[in-house]
């Protein structure tokens, strides 16, 4: 039950009250593509908990990916409504853009799970594991979040040619092949000597 109302004031918190208090300035590449990463944080502890099975099983990883991509595709559903209600008429980033961050996302709960096996592997317990990749990947969303200010005005300038719609699916589409070779390398890197 404190898992479910933690979870739940996450959602809301995400979902509902930054997008509520940034409201149109939510649409900015800058804040959607670290939300379109925040599934990562329900991937991990899922993952981490496959991870102490023997043996580990890859269908509980697809599992933990899946549903830790589905509560983050619902952060950024929720942002993006909120923003509606907020402002009173209908205002949605392109589509492309949105099916791109969605990739992004799953990509990046694929690559999160990979990594919490080998984190999980190295903890002495389970919540261990969990509390390592959980800090891990927030230091690393906080950090993205942050990046027009530690790259300074020229840098983010130069930065923000990718963040149009038309630059996000370019990298989206230069980077998936890199994307499916990766992902596959580290699942099999990892689960060839610890899966049954």
Known sequence: ????????????LLGVGIPWVKGVEFFDLFLLIPYSLLGV????PRAVA?????????????????VGWAVGALILL?????????????LLPPTPVVLCLLVWGLWACVV??????????????????????RIGFLLLICVLMAMPRLLGEER???????????????????????MAVGTLWLLRARMARYTG
């Open 1 to 12: 039950m404190r898992a479910f109302a933690a979870n739940l004031a996450v959602l809301v």
């Open 41 to 44: 944080l329900y991937t991990s």
């Open 50 to 66: 496959v991870a102490f099975e023997q043996p580990i099983s890859l269908l509980g990883l697809g599992r933990a990916v899946l």
């Open 78 to 90: 929720l942002g993006l409504v909120t923003v509606n209600v907020r402002e009173g008429y209908s």
């Open 112 to 133: 999160t799970a990979g990594v919490a096996v080998r984190v999980a592997l190295a903890a002495s317990t389970e919540a261990a594991g969990r509390g390592r990749i």
């Open 156 to 178: 983010a300038g130069e930065l923000e040619g990718w963040l149009t719609p038309a630059g996000i699916v370019l990298a989206t589409m230069l980077a998936a092949p890199g």
